[in-house]
């Protein structure tokens, strides 16, 4: 499959422990995140996620390891919480959020992909490009300080997405924001303005969220009790996931995963939303559910409470009527959780030159590596020419250590990695029965 990675999968920044809080004491139903859900009569997928986070996307792993910045001034620290994997993680009160909101917003972000709009995700420009991502059933809202000018001409240009080069045309504007599609079948829509980037399959679909985020339509939490009642309890964290009016969670997963019986068990009810929101001033997470359903019975809500929360050090449920919560606050001491400061950190280099593996330089003995340098995008295309038997080819620059991998090497015939302004080289790494060698380099000019 193409590993469409930058660094390694969904590594989600939040913004500021102090904006994350702020945004709790918010009433969600007239706060600024909430205003992006449209009101609907049928059912409503919702994920959120308050994030850094890198260009893309590798192995669509869904455990999201997030990086939370700090609030000194001058270089951001990065506090990334170190958490087992989410399959690891006996309590469902967090392994939920982090396994189906991974799903949903992994979904998502491949459709962001697809546009060639990837690169407005930037965990080494935190004040620039989308900094809250927005997944509500098939519609994707990036949401940040986006660079309308370059964000446009990559869509014009056919910058090289995810899936190949695709190229869209204005086709007029909407409530602030210029609407763009493509000639290609089943393409999607693209809205580009000032503060936000939309991506839906239909022009119809974009102009509802456009409407609604503009106050022009109704929104899910202001007209709709039990929404409004979901986001007030539950919030939106720093990660979350919901719906409501039962949806079918599988139809998130790839075939070759299951369900977990905790996704099962919430699925099972009409409306829920659980969400995730880190403080690393504490080296704590708290975690909440919200579940409302007109046949909630007490089997159910004994079995939520016996397994939901099972490992926080203090945790709370509550159920009035037809509605449930649950809530959980876990430390080190919990789930294995710690707070690592850190910051770029170099990645060990493969052998060159005649320190390179025999399987290696067989793999590569009929084949060719060529580069094209687009400033203008900060990509490095590399295509790939003759025959390359190889496990897994990765590109990668240097120094700050971006890179994409494709494995295995004969699914396409180019590769993009994005560059920074003090990259020197980009190096092609290929992999072959777990050993690694660099077969070629190219070195980029001063910007």
């Known amino acids: 499959m193409i590993e469409l990675t930058r660094r390694r999968l969904l590594k989600a920044g939040t913004a500021a422990t102090a904006l994350s809080v702020a945004r709790c004491l918010q009433s969600p139903k007239s706060g600024p995140n909430t205003g992006w859900f449209p009101a609907g009569s049928g059912r409503r997928t919702m994920a959120y996620l308050d994030f850094g986070l890198t260009q893309s996307v590798s192995d669509v792993d869904p455990t999201l390891p997030l990086i939370l910045h700090s609030e000194t001034e001058g270089s951001p620290t990065e506090f990334v919480p170190q958490l087992p994997s989410a399959d690891e993680l006996g309590d469902p009160l967090v392994r939920f959020p982090l396994k189906a909101g991974g799903q949903v917003i992994a979904v998502g972000i491949l459709q962001l992909a697809a546009t060639g709009l990837g690169d407005l995700v930037d965990p080494g420009r935190s004040g620039r490009g989308i900094t809250d991502l927005f997944v509500v059933d098939e519609t994707v809202i990036g949401a940040g300080d986006i660079d309308v000018g370059r964000a446009a001409e990559s869509l014009r240009s056919g910058t090289d997405g995810a899936f190949g080069e695709v190229r869209f045309t204005s086709t007029g504007d909407h409530d602030g924001y210029t609407l763009y599609e493509s000639d290609l079948e089943d393409s999607v829509v693209v809205a580009l303005g000032e503060d936000a980037v939309v991506a839906a399959g239909t022009a119809a679909d974009v102009r509802t969220v456009l409407e609604t985020r503009a106050g022009e339509n109704d929104r899910l939490a202001a007209t709709y009790d039990t929404a409004g009642w979901l986001f007030d309890t539950a919030g939106l964290g720093n990660l979350s ?170 699914s396409i015939r180019y590769l993009n990695v994005m560059v920074e302004s003090d990259d020197r080289e980009v190096i092609v790494i290929v992999t072959v029965d777990d050993l690694s060698g660099v077969v070629a380099r190219t070195t980029l000019d001063e910007q």
Do not use: C
Request: glycine share 6%.
């Open 241 to 410: 996931v919901g719906w409501v009016n039962a949806i079918d969670l599988e139809e998130y997963y790839w075939d070759d995963q299951s369900v977990s019986q905790a996704a099962k068990t919430l699925g099972e009810h009409e409306h829920a939303l659980a969400t995730l929101s880190f403080a690393p001033e504490r080296d704590e997470v708290t975690a909440d559910i919200a579940v409302a359903d007109r046949d909630l019975e007490a089997s159910v809500t004994d079995r939520i409470e016996s397994r939901f929360g099972s490992a926080a050090v203090e945790a709370t449920t509550s159920v009035d009527g037809n509605r449930l919560t649950v809530t959980g606050t876990y430390t080190d001491d919990a789930i294995d959780i710690e707070f690592d400061k850190r910051g770029r950190t170099e990645t060990p280099a493969a052998p060159s030159g005649e320190d390179i593996p025999e399987p290696v330089r067989e793999a590569v003995e009929d084949g060719e590596f060529t580069f094209e340098h687009r400033p203008e995008n900060s990509l490095v295309r590399v295509n790939f020419e003759g025959e390359i038997d190889a496990d897994e080819v990765t590109i990668r620059a240097r120094p700050s250590g971006l890179e994409s991998s494709m494995s295995p090497a004969d």
